[in-house]
């Protein structure tokens, strides 16, 4: 741990690291050259197995505010949650390592939190196509001081403020006074973006794209498979079962609804996807019905809150299993 005699940052910049030597490079660059400069990094490797490792060493060598944790592989939300625990800052930023910032995110974020006091500042994002090096500004858009029923609302409609972990800055208390940390799945910020929001005092956006969201071969929306669908459905699931325990399902009701009818089209959109890269078609769409199965229980007014995230169920099976036993359908 470092000394507590050290002055605590403003901010905690908190960086995911897993096999991403292509690009963790041109991250941190990014970040080390930031106009705001009352910051730490503290990069979470992640069991990488490629050279990562070494490049945060060397980061870590060459500028004292970059903290370099090394732990054996437990996913991005365990990574995002070992960060969390070390952070100092008043404020935290999440940044995937594959992806970069333009030099004012810091600054632009913190000022705007600072001077409308806000709790949560929101900005907007590049898409980065790496292989033909094209960009893609984020299109959906509102701007200004949000209340929180307004916020809540735009956050669970995930259209003009999405659920992503990367775009925003917090208040670092929004996690740690409510324990708040992600759970180990994909869609993890889904997840839990409702339980931050919901215990903001206001929240203020940016209309400005300062984050570059990298698209490349790897990428997590690159690489759909069944279990990451069966996560996406999940999250759903995990923001009903939130909203129904602090007694504001019914004030959301809509947004909500709005989200899961996102969630569907998506999910279907994946698993034709899904089944055409396997060149599988068989059980397309008994896994289609599946999901809208799901997410019609999900959506409707009878819905026990008490349901586990350890007991929520696979939907979707992968195409080469319902090719084996077509019965699963």
Known sequence: MLSEKVAAPKISIIIPVYNVEKYIGKCLSSLVSQTFNDFEIIAVNDGSKDDSLDILRRFEERYDFVKV??????????????????????YVCFVDSDDYVCPTYLEELYNAC?????????????????????????????????????AMKKLLRDVEIQSLVWNKMYKRALFTDYDIKFPTMCFEDMAVANKIFVHANQVVVIDRPLYYYNQHPASTLATMNADKINDFIRAIAMVRISLEKNGLYEKYKKSYLAL???????????VLKLHNEKKCMRGCMANMRRISRAIRHYSA???SPTTMFSELPDVVDAPEKLEKDYSTR
């Open 114 to 150: 600072v001077d409308t006091g806000s709790d949560i500042a929101c900005c907007y994002y590049y898409f980065h196509f790496v292989e033909n090096d094209f960009l893609f500004e984020y299109p959906f858009r509102c701007r200004g001081i949000l209340k929180p029923a307004e």
């Open 69 to 90: 944790i090394d732990q054996k592989n437990g996913g991005i939300a365990n990574a995002r949650n070992s960060g969390l625990a070390a952070a100092r800052g008043e």
């Open 260 to 270: 899961t009818r996102k969630t569907c089209a998506c999910c279907y959109l994946y």
């Open 301 to 303: 007014d009878e819905f």
